[in-house]
């Protein structure tokens, strides 16, 4: 998991549980206002109880009975609270979730991440790269009958048909990884042909997975670039870490001398050599990407042991939608 949103939510399970402390003090207080005849018997619930305590640590009586009279006590005061119009339990501790009790981890000695720190921090995740936006676009909700039946250029095979060998095989990545026979991959195809679209959905069920992602354009790789180059900072550090980069729309960004390829080679190679994942998609072809990125980088992209080229053709769905 990532330290920056772990921090996110450490700092928010805190404050969920100073929260669920200031509507425990308020319930509490406005028993002791309201209803003395219940605060009477939750003050002889807490009485029985330490007063228990006290006779076990100065070895007289043991905890006869406790059991059964804590039952009743808590009965007497679960039907006087549904008397007065309140919950039965408007008097148990507060929790958001009962599991790990808005700690955000269970079990002990061993501690394991509670499911409920594991959704916040995939929507987290979501957010941070995009995915807020498009929470439709999964494999779930892919819809192969809005793809035209038309020749896919010189293939032999429909658009849909494509399409769909397209969506199996990110589907078939986006759930084996990282047991993947090629690490990298590029999505290339005229625009508006499902490319984002199959992108965000890998990048949801990675995420569904536990497994980091990260998800930018090419043209904020070109911002941090950039910066990286003028300004000494080290602003692609992370795009050098994460698990599973996904650069989207490559060949929109304006070309700056010495910056844009160089730090591009640098970003493909290096994530190479250290065996992590690179997804790209790009409007641009293989030949269009060589005179625009360099044959160094195209052939960092057209290897056949280290990256899946997956190419898409045919009409812009989102005219044929019109």
């Known amino acids: 998991m990532r330290e920056d949103l772990l921090n996110e939510l450490t700092a928010e399970y805190e404050e969920q549980r100073a929260r669920n402390d200031r509507e425990e003090n308020a319930r509490r207080d406005r028993i002791r206002r309201d209803f003395p005849d219940i605060e009477k018997l939750v003050l002889e619930r807490e009485g029985l109880v330490f007063g228990t305590i006290r006779k076990i640590l100065d070895g007289n009586a043991g905890a006869e009975n406790l059991t059964e009279k804590m039952q009743a006590l808590n009965t007497e005061i679960g039907n006087m609270l549904l008397e007065k119009g309140l919950p039965a339990d408007y008097l148990s501790p507060v929790y958001k979730c009962i599991k790990c009790r808005d700690t955000g981890y269970t079990g002990n000695p061993v ?42 250029g010189d293939t032999g095979i429909t658009q849909r048909e494509l399409s769909e060998i397209a969506r199996t095989y990110c589907e078939k990545w986006a759930d084996s990884y990282p047991d993947i026979q090629n690490r ?32 930018i354009s090419a043209y904020s790789f070109l911002q941090m670039a950039r910066k990286s180059y003028f300004e000494a900072e080290d602003g692609v550090k992370e795009l050098m870490q994460v698990p599973v980069l996904m650069l989207d729309d490559l060949g929109s960004e304006p070309l700056m001398q010495n910056i844009t390829v160089e730090q591009l080679f640098h970003l493909v190679n290096e994530r190479q050599r250290r065996g992590l994942s690179t997804v790209i998609s790009t409007n641009l072809t293989l030949p269009e990407l060589k005179d625009r990125y360099t044959e160094r980088i195209v052939s960092r992209l057209n290897d056949p042991k280290n990256c899946q080229i997956i190419v898409l053709e045919g009409r812009d769905l989102r005219k044929a939608a019109r």
């Open 111 to 152: 501690r394991e991440p509670c499911d409920c720190l594991k959704r916040a921090y995939q929507q987290k995740l979501r957010d941070l790269i995009g995915l807020g936006r498009n929470a439709e676009e999964t494999f779930e909700t892919y819809n192969a009958k809005i793809i035209p039946e038309v020749p896919a």
């Open 184 to 215: 990298d991959m590029l999505l290339t195809g005229p625009s508006g042909l499902g490319k984002s679209f199959l992108m965000h959905a890998m990048a949801a069920r990675l995420i569904e997975r536990g497994i980091n992602v990260l998800m």
